[in-house]
């Protein structure tokens, strides 16, 4: 934080925040290429603090290379009939990863630094607090991790907000994981900072009866019904303390299937150490008993009994353990039954009080089966997952779910839920992709039932393999969690097709979900342009841009011969602010570093949105500002799409702060309008699109942002702050 605040409190006229650099972007403003428009305070309430977002992101970018990239889009653009063709040279490998479209960034690797903080920065605005890593597959990509927490701290360091990190773990089999992210990052206490705390500790999404070590007997060969009024049992010795015992039990697909396991000591009828009715029980699942207090080494009998429905015992015809028997109703019989236990580890305990636990359900379709269960992906309409004290505390929205007609399937199948999907069906609209409607269906669900803590999927996921088969399903080709624009799942913006569509609708619904606050209204001051700033200390509000992030990149891509480069971040734009009289408007902007003569001229632009329309103008602006000699203002003409140089401002540089003044007569107005938009951009210039100012230079507010600026008319009201324009 010294670091913020030597660099804010070396100008005057702006002041630093001794907490952390406040953006403000939830009022800042912004209308995408279809005309949808941020909603700001007057439509979402106040900032609610008990409402959490966390984003799925990927870790696996150059972890899996396999030649390439492999981009499915371009592909099929090439051979439309490539799907039947799986010998086609077009195709990677079978399991190769396999892109689906590319990244507004690229086909770029996990480390590249420039894309670390572009992430954190688009995240932040968007109001994500925590990042969820993918480490499903028994990776945890700890190289990966380890850059991109590296780049987020040296943010949070020069006082940016960052989303925090969490992990989502294997749904089944997560001990590997938990311990390996246990031993490199919690235990160590690395990054200690970015951990995304719930209830006070710090969050992992993993079964918390699965962490532990576990011995097992896992040989079966016949289920075993359990019948009324009857048992079934099996001995075991254990040779060290346990904790929880239990065996698989197959229900043969009935509903509500229930049974009571008791555990003795010695064998049937032996005294009784622990006891649980398990309901709802679901085929072939290992239900575990845990035990009031760990129990010692020894013999031990578990016990089956009163069935519920039907159900059984998953068992071998032939003996299985060696210190161990099968029972039914008492008696001992050939083979044994399907038997886990998890013994007393005093590591596993350390990591069980460590962390909040919530298990991840995998399913799309069936929902939470016990309390302080988190979804990650579901079909509409989705789930309410409730903890243990019986609150609404999680829901997942998703962008597209390989589900096809009730099953889990693959993105490549004909059915699959895809971006247009909603009420039931694809949209066959022409542009419906772009329209986002399977995320729409499924955020309105979640704001109907306000959950304490939305799981997003996901930011970047990008990649998926090139399989022949998957779950009984049999195609030349196919791609089961990524497949093309339609069948994919990413927010983060792509290049062509549907854009940067995705991200502000996101943030929409974030906002409508989390609130947002008010837009301030202006308090104006006389302002000389002079070079001084004093008279610059008074005007309110002061406007906001992220440190240090002006573009700068330099790594290699997917494809180990391509280098992506861009040095054109020259000046960290931080600040900016306005005032306004019946005359003329004045601006101030405030760099982290000097302006040199070879920046200000002609680098450093301010955008004027007067009518605080985008469907006027570039991009929305009517004028240009140009922060130089001869601070020239052009005007857009949209009948030619040219600039026209149609006055000089007033302009002043000194240090790292410059001001310009300009009368409204120059800009084609008599006095000021009740409202309007504006925006810096230091030599974002490029593309001569929206992509400019997301890819170039640095802009302030970030991206398609603008600052929105409120006018007061003298004493006698506000006027209205949220125009119709992209309604």
């Known amino acids: 934080m010294v670091a913020v605040l030597n660099v804010l409190s070396s100008v005057r006229g702006i002041a630093a925040d001794v907490a952390f650099w406040d953006l403000y972007s939830d009022t800042w403003v912004a209308t995408d290429d279809l005309g949808r428009r941020l909603p700001t305070h007057r439509e979402t309430g106040p900032p609610r603090s008990d409402r959490t977002v966390g984003m799925f992101y990927f870790l696996w970018h150059g972890a899996h290379i396999q030649g390439g990239p492999y981009d499915v889009t371009r592909i099929l653009a090439q051979d439309p009939e490539a799907m039947q063709h799986p010998a086609s040279p077009l195709w990677g490998p079978l399991h190769a990863p396999h892109h689906w479209g590319e990244s507004l960034f690229g086909y770029y690797l996990t480390n590249d630094e420039g894309v670390l903080r572009k992430h954190a920065q688009m995240l932040g605005d968007a109001g994500v607090d925590v990042v969820i890593f993918d480490v499903t597959n028994q990776i945890t990509y700890p190289e990966w991790y380890r850059a991109l927490m590296r780049v987020w701290t040296e943010l949070r360091a020069a006082g940016n907000r960052t989303p925090q990190v969490a992990f989502l773990t294997p749904f089944w089999d997560p001990a590997k994981v938990v311990r390996e992210l246990w031993r490199d990052l919690y235990e160590p206490g690395l990054y200690s900072d970015l951990w995304f705390r719930w209830e006070g500790r710090p969050l992992i999404l993993a079964?918390?009866?699965r962490v532990e070590p576990v011995v097992e007997q896992t040989k079966q060969d016949t289920p075993v019904e359990l019948m009324p009024d009857t048992t079934l049992g099996q001995s075991i010795t254990m040779d060290r303390p346990f904790k929880a015992v239990g065996g698989r039990f197959p229900t043969w697909a009935t509903r509500g299937a229930a049974v009571t396991l008791t555990l003795m000591r010695e064998?049937?009828?032996?005294?009784?150490?622990?006891?649980?009715?398990?309901?709802?029980?679901?085929?072939?699942?290992?239900?575990?008993?845990?035990?009031?207090?760990?129990?010692?080494?020894?013999?031990?009998?578990?016990?089956?009994?009163?069935?519920?429905?039907?159900?059984?015992?998953?068992?071998?015809?032939?003996?299985?353990?060696?210190?161990?028997?099968?029972?039914?109703?008492?008696?001992a019989g050939p083979g044994d039954r399907t038997l886990r236990w998890i013994p007393v580890d005093p590591e596993s305990m350390r990591i069980k009080e460590f962390f909040t636990f919530r298990k991840?359900?995998?399913?799309?379709?069936?929902?939470?089966?016990?309390?302080?269960m988190w979804s990650w992906l579901e079909v509409h309409p989705q789930h309410v997952f409730r903890n243990s004290a019986g609150e609404k505390e999680q829901m997942s929205v998703g962008v597209a779910q390989n589900a096809v007609q009730g099953r889990l399937g693959s993105m490549s199948e004909p059915g699959a839920h895809g971006r247009s999907h909603h009420q039931g069906r694809m949209d066959p609209r022409p542009g419906a992709v772009r329209q986002g409607l399977n995320f729409?269906?499924?955020?309105?669900r979640v704001l109907a039932e306000d959950p304490r803590f939305v799981f997003v999927t996901g930011w970047n996921e990008w990649i998926a393999g090139r399989f022949a088969e998957f779950n009984g399903v049999k195609l030349p080709v196919m791609f089961v969690d990524q497949?093309?624009?339609?069948?994919?799942?990413?927010?983060?913006?792509?290049?062509?097709?549907?854009?940067?569509?995705?991200?502000?609708?996101m943030i929409g619904y974030i906002r409508r979900y989390k609130g947002t606050r008010a837009l301030p209204i202006l308090k104006s001051k006389p302002i000389r342009v002079d070079g001084s700033f004093d008279d610059w200390i008074r005007v309110e509000p002061e406007y906001r841009d992220t440190i240090g992030d002006p573009v700068a990149r330099s790594h290699r891509a997917w494809n180990a011969q391509t280098m992506y480069t861009n040095a054109t971040g020259r000046n960290d734009l931080v600040a900016a602010k306005v005032s306004v009289d019946r005359q003329s408007v004045a601006f101030l902007v405030r760099s982290r570093e000097a302006f040199s003569s070879g920046d200000a001229p002609g680098g450093i632009v301010l955008y004027l949105d007067l009518d605080a329309d985008v469907r006027s103008g570039w991009l929305g602006y009517e004028y240009a500002i140009h922060g130089g000699a001869p601070g020239k203002v052009e005007r857009f003409d949209a009948k030619d799409g040219t600039w026209t140089t149609v006055a000089e401002a007033e302009w002043k540089v000194a240090g790292a702060s410059m001001e310009l003044k300009v009368r409204w007569r120059q800009l084609g107005l008599r006095r000021s309008p009740p409202v309007f938009d504006f925006k810096w951009a230091a030599h974002c210039r490029q593309n001569d699109d929206w992509t400019d100012f997301t890819l170039n230079g640095d802009a302030a507010p970030n991206d398609r942002y603008n600052y929105r600026v409120l006018v007061s008319d003298g004493g006698k009201g506000t006027f209205d702050q949220s125009p119709t324009a992209g309604d």
């Open 483 to 505: 497949f093309d624009q339609e069948h994919s799942r990413d927010l983060e913006p792509m290049k062509g097709g549907h854009g940067d569509d995705y991200y502000y609708q």
């Open 267 to 331: 064998g049937p009828g032996g005294d009784r150490v622990a006891c649980e009715r398990f309901h709802d029980v679901s085929d072939n699942a290992w239900l575990l008993l845990h035990l009031p207090a760990p129990a010692a080494a020894g013999r031990y009998y578990l016990e089956a009994s009163e069935p519920g429905g039907r159900i059984g015992w998953w068992s071998h015809s032939q003996d299985c353990l060696e210190q161990g028997e099968a029972f039914r109703a008492g008696s």
């Open 207 to 209: 079964d918390p009866d």
């Open 360 to 372: 991840p359900q995998p399913d799309y379709f069936r929902g939470p089966t016990a309390p302080d």
């Open 440 to 444: 729409a269906e499924q955020w309105n």
